[in-house]
Structure formats: C-alpha cells, structure tokens
C-alpha cells in the first residue's frame, strides 16, 4: 500500500527566515510525486512535479528535490502570502493515474 | 471554463437524505477524479474516470456512494442514505491522462 508522510504538521516562521519541509513515502514504484500548495477553503493548486531521484523544480521562492525514499519543499526566504497548507502526493507507476497524499504541512510565515 | 468547476460550493443536508455533487472538468481533459477531504487531512481517493467508463472505483467506502461521467465530460457524485460521517469537502479533479491533476474549489457537504 502506497503511503506518505509529511513533517512537521505545522511550522510557524518568521518573514524571511528559510526552512524545509520533509515528505518520506513508499510506493511500489513511483511515476511521480506532486507537490500541491492549498489555502483555506480553495482546492489543492498544482506546484511541482518529480520523476526521478536527483531532480530539482523551482518556482520562485520554492525548490522541490526529489531521492529515493523522500521529497523535500525548501522555502527561501518566505513571504507571509507563501502561508497555505503544502500537500506531498505520490503516484504510482503501475495502474491507474490516482494520487495518494500526505496530512499536509500547514505553513505560516508571519510579517 | 478555465478550470475545474464544482457546484455546489456548499450542501447541508438532513441524514438520511440524497444528495449530488457536480463536476465540470477542464474541457478536453479525458481523466477526471474524485476526491474527498475531511479536516486536517490530504485528500482521499474515491474514484477515476477515463472517458466515460469508471477505471478505478476502489476508494468508494460503500455502495452508498456512486458516480457517474455519461458523456465523458461532466461528472456527478451520488450519495444515497447520507450519514453525519459523509460530511467533508468533496474534491473534484481533472487531467490529460498521466499528466498533473487540476483541482477544483470543492463541495462542502454537512449532514446534519
């Protein structure tokens, strides 16, 4: 069975002050592992996408990385609108195209 | 439209009552899913759909629920029987096959 784990639960930064978020997972082969951002009430809005261990997806003040056994979302200096829940998810490579995800780290970065 | 478009945004139903949730999906995108989340936790598989036919219905938690896609566009959620435990946000999502998946804002559904 296809599991993911994300920590911490939630994490409270200060604007500017850099961190990581952890998504440990097992898959029985892996066709991708997404990353999600979500705000209160919204659904889940697509961020990165990574295939293969070793790969790296930027987009502005996020930095996606990707190993064999876990993903991590760096945060660089963080504004307090990067605030939302992130949500890991994995997809597997045999069968169906369905996304098993994470808890959800619930980030906020405060001014 | 421009994205995945879900009504309603929010049902409150009696217990024991039926409901439907609808879902437009991004024009042209064959796969589309459903999803439900209950507070504090990632989403949760309920079923896929490529084209019109169910590819994978093994997250639906009993034959309460059931979704139908007749023309492979719009979707449609069925929960018969409704109990307090349904309540939850009930995502829908939509993809070109193997590629991301495009979320909409969701339905909010309290039973009451």
């Known amino acids: 069975e296809d599991q993911v784990t994300q920590s911490p639960e939630a994490l409270r930064l200060q604007e500017g002050e850099s961190s990581s978020l952890n998504c440990s997972y097992t898959?029985?082969?892996?066709?991708?592992l997404f990353w999600y951002r979500q705000d209160p009430g919204k659904g889940p809005e697509f961020l990165f996408t990574?295939?293969?261990a070793g790969e790296e997806k930027e987009k502005e003040r996020l930095k996606a990385t990707l190993t064999k056994k876990e993903s991590f979302l760096h945060i660089t200096a963080p504004k307090p609108e990067d605030s939302a829940t992130y949500l890991c998810?994995?997809?597997?490579?045999?069968?169906?195209?369905?996304?098993?995800f994470g808890k959800g780290t619930m980030l906020l970065v405060s001014p | 439209g421009a994205g995945v478009s879900q009504t309603p945004s929010n049902k409150v139903t009696e217990k024991g009552k039926y409901v439907e949730l609808r879902c437009d999906p991004i024009?042209?995108?064959?796969?589309l899913y459903w999803y439900r989340q209950s507070l504090g936790q990632g989403p949760e598989f309920l079923i896929y759909?490529?084209?019109?036919?169910?590819?994978?219905d093994s997250g639906l938690p009993n034959d309460r629920f059931f979704a139908v896609r007749p023309e492979g566009s719009v979707s449609t959620l069925k929960i018969q029987r409704t109990e307090r435990g349904d309540s939850a946000v009930y995502l829908c999502?939509?993809?070109?096959?193997?590629?991301?998946?495009?979320f909409g804002q969701g339905t909010r559904l309290t039973v009451v």
């Open positions: 999502a939509s993809s070109l096959t193997g590629s991301q998946a495009f």
């Open positions: 898959v029985s082969g892996l066709r991708g």
């Open positions: 990574l295939y293969s």
């Open positions: 998810a994995v997809q597997p490579a045999e069968g169906y195209s369905t996304l098993t």
């Open positions: 024009s042209g995108h064959t796969a």
């Open positions: 759909f490529q084209g019109t036919g169910a590819a994978d």
